[in-house]
């Protein structure tokens, strides 16, 4: 293109999109942000500047989007900007290495076949051939266009009870303990694991009070080892090559056979070795499953495939939330 890229955003999103940039020589040209994260600051060695500024100096432009976001009046915001600017949100891995390319998606055509085929309703077909356009194009409209409420899932899909035994690996301060109760209103008993000291204090300040909550300071793993875990004292927490050493365990090993009925895994790239871990959990119990899908480039096909493996009577069921770029894709098996 002739046009000047610009990235819209900055963190580590940017770095990693920028890192991308330079193994192919491609330029940028200019950084602009919201204008409340606007401080006269550099990133990338460009000036800082909101958009009204950086469309008066470069007029058309390649916008790259560098940042996530749930939030429905930014989400808008963006929509508007793809309407007037030509507007890209690169699919770069929460987690891992991998970039989804076409040349990705060819070697795996056959698992992502296979996983289309398990699909239980038309939703779920159509939020991964939208999600796999996404990731192929970097254009948003496909995801705008797939996206269903959470309100839609509980309702439709997990159906809970008030007898539920919940499991929430990646509990992060209680926020999805809340989202569980809030639509249970009671239940059998509530086990949480979060691994990261900052969150694990609100985690439980925030349930103090719960009956039959269980805690534990773990990351969940497929066996029991001491770990570094990097991005601390935040939802982005995460087993990393640097970072302050905590404790990891396997589901299996914690519960002891306990049981289970409902299972929640958002671990920020773990969730293989998580899924792993819990093995003859799986089998004893079959719970149902909440799998978070969108921090490795190969979550959308290896993750569905390794629990059918173990439990291969599972209905299996994709939605994607609100969101951009394509955060919040998750499996559910019932």
């Known amino acids: 293109t002739k046009k000047p890229i610009l990235l819209y955003g900055m963190g580590d999103g940017a770095e990693k999109i920028l890192t991308e940039l330079d193994k192919r020589e491609i330029p940028v040209q200019g950084v602009f942000a919201s204008p409340g994260f606007v401080r006269g600051q550099r990133f990338a060695g460009c000036e800082v500047t909101d958009y009204r500024t950086a469309r008066e100096r470069y007029g058309e432009m390649v916008v790259l989007l560098c940042f996530g976001t749930h939030r429905r009046e930014v989400m808008a915001q963006i929509a508007a900007l793809a309407a007037e600017q030509e507007l890209y949100a690169p699919d770069v891995p929460v987690a891992g290495e991998r970039l989804f390319t076409a040349e990705y998606a060819a070697r795996h055509r056959k ?17 991964l051939r939208q999600v796999v356009e996404y990731k192929l194009t970097g254009q948003i409209a496909p995801l705008l266009d797939c996206q269903t409420e959470p309100e839609e899932a509980w309702r439709n899909i997990l159906r809970l009870t008030g007898e539920e035994r919940y499991l929430d690996l990646g509990a ?11 639509q249970v209103g009671t239940w059998r008993s509530i086990t949480a694991l979060e691994p990261d000291p900052a969150s694990f204090v609100r985690l439980e300040q925030n349930t103090a009070g719960l009956h039959d909550c269980v805690l534990y300071r773990l990351g969940a793993y497929s066996r029991y080892a001491r770990l570094p875990l990097a991005g601390a004292a935040g939802r982005g ?7 302050t050493l905590a404790e990891w365990d396997s589901v299996d090993n914690i ?8 299972v929640k895994i958002d671990v920020e790239g773990q969730e293989s070795a998580a899924l792993a871990g819990m093995q003859k959990t799986l089998r004893r119990c079959r719970p149902k499953l909440l799998v978070s899908a969108y921090h490795r480039a190969e979550d959308l096909f290896r993750l569905p495939l390794q629990v059918m493996a173990l439990c291969p009577n599972y209905r299996v069921y994709l939605r994607h939330y609100p969101c951009l770029p394509a955060w919040d894709v998750n499996y559910y098996f019932v």
């Open 237 to 243: 927490s995460r087993l990393a090559p640097q970072g």
């Open 255 to 262: 519960l002891c056979g306990q049981p289970v009925s409902y």
């Open 111 to 127: 698992e992502l076949e296979q996983v289309y085929g398990m699909l239980a309703d038309e939703q779920s077909r159509r939020v």
């Open 172 to 182: 992060y301060t209680g926020d999805t303990i809340a989202e569980f109760i809030g």
